[in-house]
């Protein structure tokens, strides 16, 4: 499987981004997806998560309410919609897929991801 990060950019505090990440290859084989990002000189976080179905959605604390995390699985893409940027936003964000079963806490944990994307840099500026 691979993935292609996409969206990232320079906006300023108050705006909204609206990151990609399309997936290729056996596809068939991922379930959960999610976001995570690493700030400079800081360690990869958790962002969001996302069920096969998307009927099981997971945020960080810290985005919960401004971010929104999909996915379409016609399309092999999850997105994630970000408002109410702030610049503690700024970082590489990183999509990731993961394969079998998954209970709530596993969506947090990058070390349950088996596959990851290259990266999209986000720049809040205040």
């Known amino acids: 499987v691979q993935l292609q990060a996409s969206g990232g950019g320079s906006v300023q505090a108050g705006g909204s981004l609206r990151l990609s990440c399309a997936a290729s290859?056996?596809?068939?084989?991922?379930?959960?997806m999610g976001w995570f990002r690493q700030a400079r000189g800081k360690e990869r976080e958790f962002v969001a998560g996302i069920s096969r179905t998307g009927d099981s959605v997971h945020y960080a604390d810290s985005v919960k309410v401004r971010f929104t995390i999909s996915r379409d699985n016609a399309k092999n893409t999850v997105y994630l919609q970000m408002n109410s940027l702030k610049p503690e936003d700024t970082a590489v964000y990183y999509c990731a897929a993961g394969r079998g079963a998954y209970s709530g806490s596993d969506y947090y944990m990058a070390a349950r991801y088996d596959y990851w994307g290259q990266g999209t840099l986000v720049t809040v500026s205040s």
């Open positions: 290859g056996r596809t068939f084989s991922m379930t959960a």
